[in-house]
């Protein structure tokens, strides 16, 4: 099970409860404007309290928070559970003003832009496998979120977010800041991509390659928006 389908499970539920207890008090209303229109002489009950109409509606309603809870949780844990098992890589993932940088353990890559111009970082990512995130900001909260995965994580600093993920399709998704952080909060994007395994393996010895390649000695450049600390 991934997020997407464990949050449309979720969300399915939490919308027909919704929508169940809607309808039910939009017939309540009408019924009660027909039956005053309708003018049947009766004068309006003049009683305040009906304990046990009240008590009744208070059971429901903790009766229906407490399985939602209960649902969500569980499902949610059941999912952390399966997704933790012997992950298979981990990345750091640095969100700073206003860029990412994705850190792969063990090697020598790391992926970052400078979010300008449609140049977006892109998290790779290998499919059916658990990848562990430590998730942490460099300056103010930002916070992770790519929604067609349904997934979405705060970034803190001075603290590290540790998650565990796994997709099970190939495919790029867009993510993005979901945390308003500064002036260049809206350019905050980054793209995630997932390949097979294999794939997966040819990219990073490719990436490590490069990394471990010698680097010619810069000789200036465009200046670069990072400030208070950001990663350039
Ligand atoms: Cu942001």
């Known amino acids: 099970m991934t997020y997407r389908s464990i949050f449309h499970?979720?969300?399915w539920l939490y919308t027909g409860i919704a929508s169940a207890v809607f309808v039910?008090?939009?017939v309540l209303l009408l019924f009660a404007m027909i039956r005053r229109r309708a003018g049947?002489?009766?004068?309006p009950s003049r009683r305040h309290e009906n304990t046990l109409v009240e008590l009744g509606a208070a059971v429901l309603v903790l009766?229906?928070?407490?399985?939602l809870v209960y649902v969500s949780e569980t499902t949610y844990g059941a999912e952390m559970t399966v997704a933790s098992r012997r992950p298979a890589l981990t990345i750091h993932v640095t969100a700073y003003q206003w860029c990412w940088r994705f850190a792969y353990q063990g090697t020598p890559v790391a992926v970052s832009a400078d979010c300008e111009a449609g140049r977006f970082p892109?998290?790779?990512l290998p499919t059916n496998r658990s990848v562990r995130i430590d998730l942490e900001s460099n300056d103010v909260v930002h916070e992770m979120w790519v929604p067609h995965l349904r997934w979405k994580v705060e970034?803190?600093?001075d603290h590290v977010n540790v998650f565990d993920l796994r997709v099970d399709?190939?495919?790029?998704?867009?993510?993005?800041?979901?945390?308003?952080?500064g002036l260049f909060h809206d350019s905050m994007d980054f793209r995630v991509k997932a390949v097979t395994p294999a794939t997966f393996h040819l990219w990073l010895q490719h990436q490590s390659a490069v990394a471990a390649a010698?680097?010619?000695t810069p000789v200036g450049g465009p200046p670069v928006k990072t400030q208070l600390g950001g990663i350039p």
């Not at 009766?63 to 399985?67: D, F, I, K």
């Not at 399709?169 to 952080?181: A, P, Q």
Request: glycine content about 10%; overall charge positive; charged content about 15%.
């Open 63 to 67: 009766g229906m928070v407490a399985y």
């Open 9 to 11: 499970h979720v969300f």
């Open 214 to 216: 010698p680097k010619p």
């Open 169 to 181: 399709h190939t495919g790029t998704w867009r993510g993005l800041c979901d945390e308003f952080c």
């Open 155 to 157: 970034a803190f600093p």
């Open 122 to 124: 892109v998290l790779m």
């Open 40 to 43: 049947s002489g009766r004068q």
């Open 24 to 26: 039910l008090i939009m």
